[in-house]
């Protein structure tokens, strides 16, 4: 704890642990581009104590991370937002352009060929039901969350573009210079730090995947395994890169991410980022109906926007990280069981009531 002013989310913390709501999480929470809030509490598996170096599966938390790989090539010049995937990408069918992608209107909210947990590890094969399917909608006219298949998009892009697979790219360009501990396709050493997932209740995954036959259903449940305890706590989901949904983070890595984001693209004084690309970025870019989460979104290229000015991301199970450029914080919640957000909404209450 750095900060007495923020005892009141400390005390929520420990109050989500002490009643069992949580089992295990880190919490951190800078403002003023300064850490006053660091936590970490109950255990990432039985026996063994949550740490500072404790990586979650945060599910779509890991999104606009995926995005800011593009995002950064875009700033660079070597992508144009308004440019078709084909340019990049030549056998991919859908006419989409670099913006739909990252703004979840492509029309691909869901992998086309049902395919097995096995497939988590095969990019190659992912990446090409994506290039040869039909989009749902025409791009651009609706929207509907990529649940899985995010990462694929904007991961394929980046390496057409660049060379380097998404976690590399990752690792070498953004995580590195900012200090940023989390990634997609965890090393063996880093998979020993990892928590293991549990299920807040036992119907937790049926209740995640929705009516058979859904658009949600057919999003999140294809490849098989996304919501099976025995593929998320193995080296499968671990060690491969499946960027919509299993970067594993700490929540401090999360934290200063979004620090940086906020201060307009640096952080400790390296600049990643222009202040144009953040704002873009973080500006609304459809309004209205998603298809997939069934209720109004305000999606931005990687990030969900919300009435208080805020922006980032949550994913299944109850992680999530964002920025609050009103109230000038970044927040990041990491866990280890699979349940609802309400031990974030009890401490955004605490947090709020703080400021």
Not at 8 to 32: K, M, N, P, S, W
Not at 157 to 176: K, N, Q, T
Not at 272 to 282: G, K, Q, Y
Request: hydrophobic share 45%; net charge negative; aromatic share 8%.
């Amino acid at each position: 704890m750095h900060d007495s002013r923020f005892a009141a989310v400390h005390d929520c913390f420990q109050g989500l642990l002490a009643d069992g709501r949580e089992t295990g999480a880190a919490l951190t929470i800078r403002y003023d581009g300064v850490a006053v809030v660091d936590l970490v509490g109950g255990e990432r598996s039985p026996g063994r104590p949550w740490s500072a170096e404790t990586l979650a599966a945060v599910y779509s938390t890991g999104k606009p991370v995926a995005a800011l790989c593009l995002l950064l090539l875009v700033d660079r010049g070597r992508v144009g937002l308004n440019d078709q995937v084909a340019t990049h990408w030549p056998d991919f069918r859908t006419p989409a352009t670099v913006r739909q992608v990252l703004a979840h209107t492509a029309g691909l909210p869901a992998f086309p060929v049902p395919r097995p947990a096995a497939a988590i590890a095969d990019w190659d094969l992912l990446a090409g039901d994506l290039a040869a399917a039909d989009p749902e909608w025409e791009p651009g006219t609706a929207a509907g969350e990529h649940a899985w298949t995010y990462g694929h998009l904007v991961g394929e892009l980046v390496r057409r573009v660049d060379g380097r697979p998404v976690g590399r790219f990752l690792a070498d360009e953004i995580a590195g210079p900012w200090r940023l501990d989390l990634g997609f396709g965890l090393t063996a050493a880093d998979q020993r730090r990892c928590a293991d997932l549990s299920y807040g209740d036992p119907d937790w995954p049926a209740r995640m995947i929705g009516e058979p036959g859904s658009l949600r259903a057919r999003a999140v449940s294809n490849p098989a395994g996304g919501l099976d305890l025995a593929v998320l706590n193995g080296p499968l989901w671990r060690g491969s890169e499946v960027p919509a949904v299993n970067l594993h983070a700490t929540a401090t890595g999360l934290a200063r991410l979004y620090g940086g984001l906020l201060a307009g693209g640096t952080l400790d004084g390296v600049r990643l980022f222009s202040p144009e690309l953040v704002a873009e970025a973080t500006r609304v870019q459809y309004d209205g109906h998603d298809r997939m989460l069934d209720r109004r979104v305000r999606w931005t290229l990687g990030m969900q926007w919300e009435e208080d000015g805020s922006w980032g991301m949550g994913g299944l199970g109850g992680s999530c990280a964002w920025a609050d450029p009103v109230r000038g914080y970044s927040f990041a919640y990491a866990t280890g069981r699979l349940a609802d957000f309400d031990r974030v909404e009890a401490l955004v209450d605490a947090l709020h009531g703080c400021l």
